[in-house]
């Protein structure tokens, strides 16, 4: 017997064809990829490895990306291997860390690796669960890496949601890991039906096929067309939109459209008919994305102030035993500011919401209510599609639109592909459903593309970094590091497109040789020497016709010489206009540097026009951008993109000591004493420097043009036609090959840049040895940054080195560290110069300020991207709550807005300061006073809602 029979007989379904095959390879000796629709049970393949793993006497990891799935998969193993077989780590959690099967986030396993950890040894798979986030642009380096730097002899399982590019995927894994067997699979086990909620009544979004349509046919992809009956359906309720809402104007709309469909019949249901008509329907239990924490929250008040319940009584009590169990560790007073009571009475009626806001121990009950079928309908944010175990029979889209960080975009193919998956749960449901809630700015088109497309090409997001370059230089040094980063994904993929480049260089050659012999016979019907630097192929064929057999005549002599002399010019001009716009940008650059607290200046461009005040010069000298407040009360930092003249000084203002920037009261008192200064916008603007007409070249160019032959042709004449073309063509190879130059080199850059910081800095020594190689040694100011993983390593351990933080108190410490990972939610940046707490902290907080303003100006020389500016937004409340403070004023002292800093937040920040605050213990070792002061933050953090979620 086989051990995929033995792992195989255990199981009480039949495993399907993928999953054959890809255990099958796996028990070969290979490595696998497997891609495949969410729910199609890819899980299957990562358990077979944990199987072969025990059965061997070796160790397996189980990677996740997000805590919560690590916590997921492990509870997952224990039930089948029992908890002396199954250990996790994740940061937060250490459960029999020694297991020889350990579940794990994938940082952790890369921090192993880096770290030449022990519990390698006897490592022989690991599982990459949702490998596909290595296209993340903040962790996806971070399975890069893994892959990479794992012993060739541990076999790899990926696990991917199905993507568009499985194969140029599989490709890389396979030059980089050895023999490993690609499997595709996008076949769903539960179909997807795909609907449009239009007012009350429910649409299918595609037209059925059509019986006469042979069953080959339906095999073949075909683009399958939008129900018409729906399209009309649509139509009829616009046009009773359109005259209800004109009726009610009196006959006349002024700016009707949209804005008048979403008054009256275009608008989609309440939250209450919809959970109504689901249940109608029999498609319970749901997940209605909405992407907002607050409409989730919205949602759930809706349906709470309705009438509906979903649970039996039976139900609903064991709703209150599970919600019981995990709100153990609360106090009477927690349970109080977090809203226990109308927590439970939303779950006790079958409703519940599901986001990051909520404190973690709610969404796991959530979770665990949702798959005992107790919780019929829940209201999540996009973060429930990560992975997590909650399918449903349907999921719900209100809208196809989401906010990014940075604007409203637009669902992508792959996005609405992760969410709708969701739908449809093995072995309960025949088919899963899709529904689409139409409002008028939902179009089926819009939708049926989504739906139709073949999800999402998967794009390598790695860069090197700091900590990974310093780790990198001490394991493989300068040489070895440069060779792993050629052996990148996305220097793969980059080579790839290089080769596709490099077709279009062949292709636009070869039509450039066939241009040119037109020209050159057109020349000679005209009389003219064809001349310049081709000749006509004497052979006549144009296929072997060879540039280096060609006749090299005056530089601009002949027809192909006045088409080169009329290009020089025009590139020339370019030129000229280039330096001309970078001297403008350099003075822009300069005057933006040289600009003091309280300069009064004129913005001209974007969204915000008028005079503008200066709170905080600019930090560095390449890209300075300083801090202004406008007459509008905007604030923000501006650089020379945002000046079409550069910047003038129109006056000064008498700033406070401190600023307050951070209120939105505070800006607007702000502004009006900015107004109320008289300083004002001059009338006109500078006009621009006029264009570079005495210039030498050019007009030595354009002389030898108006003296050339070839200039009293008529400019209307075929051959002219026929020169321009040949002058895109030859633009063509020169854009080509220029971004072949640069991406075949994008990331070697990046990394001999960072190095160069590291090198300034002190954390590496270069030197060259005998034969001239350079050899790379790693301080201990290197070996320190090694081992501090935050987006703010350097400037982390910059602090660290300086001494700025070895007096402070725990709970000072506590704020100062998490002023290095908090970044505020959209508009409530506290930044730097917001200095709370005691003398001693404004003190450390005012140092570590300007250790980053000195490191930003070291980045900017070396043109390597800014490390972020500390934010003080968290600082006041994690120094309250270590240092004994209730969880109601430490809410209350992170407010943004007037509003309390969600729980879930609240738990998650704490989270990152603690870990931050560990490697900082580790690092500077034991007996410092630094060490001690981060261990006693931490366990002063560790206590109520926090310690109950950090274990």
Known sequence: MTRLDEFSGRLAFALDDFQQRACVALE????????????????????????????????????TPIKALSNQKYADLVAVYGSDSVGLLTGDNSINPHAPVVVMTTEVVRNMIYANSRALDGLSYVVMDEVHFLADRFRGAVWEEVILHLDPSVRVVSLSATVSNAEEFGDWIQAVRGDTTVIVDEHRPVPLSQHMLVGTRMFDLFEPAHPSVTRSAAKRPARREVNPELKRYIRHRMLLADDSDGRSRGGGRRGGGPRGHRRGGARGPSRPDLVSRLDREGLLPAIGFIFSRVGCDAALTQCLRSGIHLLTPDEAQTVDAVVDRHLEELSPTDEEILGVEEWRAGLRRGFAAHHAGLLPTFRHAVEELFVHGLVKMVFATETLALGINMPARTVVLER?????????????????????????????????????????????????????????????????????????????????????????????????????????????????????????????????????????????????????????????????????????????????????????????????????????????????????????????????????????????????????????????????????????????????????????????????????????????????????????????????????????????????????????????????????????????????????????????????????????????????????????????????????????????FAGADAMPGNAALRRALADTVDIWRALTALESRHRVDATREPDTGFSVAVSLWASGRTLTESLAAAGERGQLLSPGDFVRWNRQVVDLLEQIRLCVGPGTRLADSARAAVAGIRRGVVAAELG
């Open 400 to 828: 196809l639109v989401k906010f990014n960080g940075e604007a409203h975009v637009d669902l992508t193919p792959g996005e609405f592909t992760q969410l709708t998956g969701r739908a449809g749960r093995r072995g309960i449901d025949i088919e899963g459903h899709a529904v689409v809630v139409w409002t008028a700015e939902t179009v089926p088109d819009q939708v049926a593309g989504l739906a139709g497309a073949r999800t999402f090409p998967l794009r390598s997001s790695f860069q090197p970094e700091y900590n990974m370059a310093v780790n990198l230089l001490g394991r493989l040094g300068l040489a070895g590091s440069r060779e792993l980063l050629n052996r990148s994904f996305a220097q793969f993929q980059a080579d790839r497109s290089v080769v596709g480049q490099a077709r279009k260089v062949d292709d636009a050659q070869r039509r450039l040789r066939k241009l040119d012999l037109e020209l050159i016979r057109a020349a000679e019907d005209r009389g003219l020497e064809p001349g310049g630097a081709l000749a006509e192929d004497p052979s006549g064929n144009d296929e072997d016709f060879d540039e280096a057999d060609a006749a090299d005549a005056q530089p601009y002599g002949g027809f192909l010489g006045y088409v080169q002399l009329r290009e020089d010019i025009r590139r020339r001009e370019r030129d000229l206009k280039f330096e001309r716009r970078a001297a403008h940008n350099q003075s822009t650059v300069a005057d933006l540097a040289a600009l003091k607290r309280g300069h009064v200046i004129g913005l001209h461009g974007g969204r915000h026009r008028g005079i503008a005040v200066v709170l905080e010069p600019a930090a560095q000298s390449v890209d300075p951008k300083p801090l202004v407040l406008a007459q509008d009360a905007w604030c923000g930092r501006v650089g020379s993109r945002d000046f079409v003249n550069p910047p003038q000084v129109l006056g000064n203002m008498r700033l406070p000591k401190h600023v307050d920037r951070r209120t939105g009261r505070g800006r607007r008192d702000l502004a009006s004493a900015l107004r109320s200064t008289g300083i004002e916008m001059p009338r006109g603007r500078s006009k621009k420097r006029a264009a570079a007409a005495d210039d030498r070249e050019l007009g030595r160019l354009r002389s030898t043009l108006r003296a050339h032959p070839a200039h009293r042709l008529d400019g209307s004449d075929d051959l002219f036609r026929l020169a321009e073309r040949r002058n895109r063509v030859v633009r063509e190879i020169v854009s080509a090959e220029r971004v072949i130059t640069e991406r075949t080199s994008t990331l070697g850059v990046q990394f001999d840049r960072i190095v160069a910081v590291l090198a300034e800095l002190g954390y590496i020594e270069i030197a060259s040895d005998r034969s001239g190689a350079e050899q790379v040694t790693v301080t201990a100011s290197g070996e320190l940054l090694s081992r501090i993983y935050s987006e703010s390593d350097l400037l982390v351990v910059e602090c660290i080195r300086a001494g700025v933080w070895d007096r402070l108190a725990p709970h000072e410490l506590a704020a100062v560290v998490a002023a290095m990972v908090f970044e505020a939610r959209r508009e409530s």
């Open 28 to 63: 070969a000796g290979h490595g696998v990829l497997v891609c495949a629709p969410t729910g199609a049970g890819k899980t299957i393949v990562g358990e077979f490895a944990v199987h072969l793993a025990l059965t061997s006497g070796t160790k397996c990891f189980y990677t």
